[in-house]
């Protein structure tokens, strides 16, 4: 792991009266950047040929003759081939020659590799470098050692396929698409054999990661992605935040609900068993007599953070949830950086965030805001990693 201390270096280097906010140009990058232009920041996008158009054309910043943004959110770009050129010394010099201040997704640890964010990516992150480990399911110290830790709830693991006797969801990643996933479920051994066969003969999912898939029982029940932000240099109100709820569309899952019970059982071999990867997010909220928990799981979150990966979360993270019918919280992924869903909230907000602050805050927008309180009181180090 990179130290903290040659990072904080390098921010030394900067000028921070003309910083940008970056980020891989995928994921939830226009969040980020819509957020970074509404705090008066510039933005730098780090796009990949054959999908920079999003960015550098059909949402590019247009400016006044003042130099202020009338249109758009992204100020600059640099395109690459792949994703991973951004960890060559050279592109890593040229964002630290431009002051930027890079903001961490799933695009960028699943593209570049977790091991050179760790110990290979010079620039400095805003959030918890340490952390981002932790959603690769499997590691000895992921996601749902520290949920254990945390004493939080998520859905109990079977050792074996063998074990199964009621419906279960089998995880592991897509074999083709590197961001998604191969889940299935299964309610008995013979159909999980059925299904994975299937799959693997689909190549949907590899025989390896078949092997290492972790098994869990199925939590019936709404999904709601809790979208949180903490902040280590607030001193007059909470530190924790929920800035916003988001759920995903996900295909062909979706596609599977909405065909009626006969033409489901129509379905041929390579139809039949959905896939979950998502393709859009739509916003949400909660009952307000479950409020208080979701604000509990975030605490007992942060607090274990803070025993096992000093320093701890730094601003956004998501705990994915579903609700059972008892109103018992599950969380079944987590997200130690800005969420998937959150460009639902870009622009307008979302109403927690918004009712909070009494603007419209959005996860990018509250990012921006940190950065911004953090230069004018001097405590950049408290949020870079």
């Keep these: 792991m990179i130290e903290r201390k040659h990072v904080l270096e390098k921010v030394e280097e900067y000028d921070l009266t003309d910083c940008k906010i970056g980020a891989v140009a995928s994921h939830s990058a226009l969040d980020v950047f819509d957020g970074a232009i509404e705090e008066g920041f510039f933005t730098y996008a780090v796009c990949r040929r054959g999908r920079e158009k999003t960015y550098t054309k059909y949402f590019k910043t247009e400016c006044d003759e003042d130099g202020c943004v009338e249109r758009g959110v992204v100020d600059d770009w640099v395109v690459y081939d792949s994703f991973d050129e951004l960890m060559q010394p050279n592109a890593q010099q040229s964002l630290i020659d431009n002051n930027v201040l890079f903001i961490p997704n799933r695009s960028f640890t699943s593209y570049c590799g977790i091991d050179a964010v760790e110990n290979n990516f010079h620039v400095p992150l805003v959030g918890s470098r340490n952390l ?32 199964i006797d009621e419906l279960v969801m089998v995880k592991m990643p897509h074999a083709v698409k590197k961001l998604e996933r191969g889940f299935f479920t299964a309610s008995s051994y013979d159909e999980y054999i059925e299904k994975s066969e299937s799959l693997l003969a689909q190549n949907v ?30 001193e007059e109100m909470s530190k924790l935040e929920l800035l916003g709820i988001d759920w995903r569309f996900e295909t062909s899952l979706d596609g599977h609900v909405r065909l009626p019970a006969p033409q489901q059982i129509t379905l041929k071999s390579h139809q039949i068993t959905p896939e979950y990867t998502v393709c859009g997010h739509n916003s949400a909220t909660l009952r307000e007599s479950l409020l208080e928990e979701a604000f509990e799981l975030g605490e007992k979150y942060v607090a274990a953070t803070q025993k096992y990966y000093d320093p701890g979360i730094i601003g956004p993270f998501c705990l994915q949830t579903c609700v059972d019918k008892d109103l018992n919280f599950h969380i079944y992924d987590v997200a130690p950086r800005v969420g998937g869903g959150t460009n639902v909230h870009m622009s307008v907000g979302h109403p927690y965030g918004n009712t909070l602050w009494r603007i419209h805050m959005s996860t990018g927008r509250r990012l921006a805001m940190e950065i911004r309180n953090a230069i004018e009181v001097d405590k950049l180090d408290s949020i870079i990693t």
């Excluded at 999912?205 to 240099?233: M, W």
């Design 205 to 234: 999912i590899t025989q390896s990661a078949l092997d290492k898939a972790r098994i869990e029982r199925y939590v019936i029940g709404p999904v709601f992605n809790l979208d949180f932000f903490y902040s280590p240099i607030e």
């Design 132 to 163: 981002l480990r932790s959603e690769e399911r499997g590691d000895v110290q992921d996601y749902y050692w520290l949920l254990e830790k945390a004493g939080l709830p998520f859905p109990e693991k079977l050792d074996e396929p063998s074990d």
